[in-house]
């Protein structure tokens, strides 16, 4: 396949990785690509066959494998979905663990020129079995500035909780809190041992990028209600605190670290969600180009002398994720300002694979940095 049908395909792929869900709590399940005549000029008949057939694929999967059939909201409203079974909605309940949900889409990418597109996803259930002795507890927060109630996900590691550092994570693009609760954290958490942070998970809704926008002030409320109120609960040292996040949240602790310098010992991006201009970003990732223009932290690199302050930075990317260019740019920035960068490309791609990989080393900066902040 070459041609325009391979671009677009290229694109498809790469805001998949970047911008929807399936980066975040979906795995890739089947690709099919069937290079056709355009979509205008095909017969109904042909279109109706192809349909079928492909249903009739899906049903010979083994029973206990076979999904239910669900319609996709934003921010997947860019692509065509063929709801053609029962749909199944439960409910979030506050609880640590919850039964695995399958999700398949039929998906046909919009006027992709000899393209269709035939896309099976399924969401990932728990992914970890052990807390190595965390107690995880899910907590409905109420926002005034918000207004509306959100699920947060509050970790204390074994031990002792009063005087422990804070360590704030945000999550992923369509990924919610519980994301990244995943055996590769709680073994992490556990190794650090007392070191080890008390933990806020915060939520940032589907794709809010935790900045303020026309539909609530998300960073504010991370800023200014969800971490007093964790330093409160855990009754943790508020003087010591660090943010981090993955893809989205990655985006959203470099953003609101540089709004509030000097609150934070640490700062880190893993797999960052960066653009250096407003036409590069997803659907919903801003409102508008004045709302990216207020939140572009690569401008705010380049016009203010060590944006962050005296926090100790920490960024890393996959070898292959579609983020690392965009991402080694942004380091070169800080450090051609004199900003003290930890960087780190290593080898896989865009997604909870790779972040599992390094959540040790993740916690374990956080952890080294926060022990030592406000000593001298």
Known sequence: MNGPAWVELESFAVDLETGLPGVDEVQLVLLLVVV????????????????????????QAPEDARPELVDRRDPMAHISTLRVGPISTPQRQNVAVRRPVWLIGVAVATVV?????????RSRGPRYHDTRGAQVRHVEFQSRLLGRSLDEVEVAP???RAGRPLLVLLHGRGMGPEGLLSDAFFSGLRRLGGAAPVVVIANGGDHSYYHDRQDGPWGSYVLHELIPWAIGTFHADGQRVAIGGVSMGGFGALDLARLAPGRFCAVGGHSAALWEAAGQTPSGAFDDTADFGRHDVFRAARGRHRPYGRARMWLDVGSDDPFRAADTAFVSLLRRDGEPVAFHVWPGSHNSDYWDVHMAAYLRFYAQVLAACGQG
């Open 36 to 59: 056709v005549e355009p979509l205008g000029a095909r017969r109904e008949d042909d279109r109706v066959g192809a349909e079928r057939r492909d249903l009739e694929r899906a049903a």
């Open 113 to 121: 020129a000899g393209v269709v597109i035939v896309l099976f996803v």
């Open 158 to 160: 074994a031990g002792e």
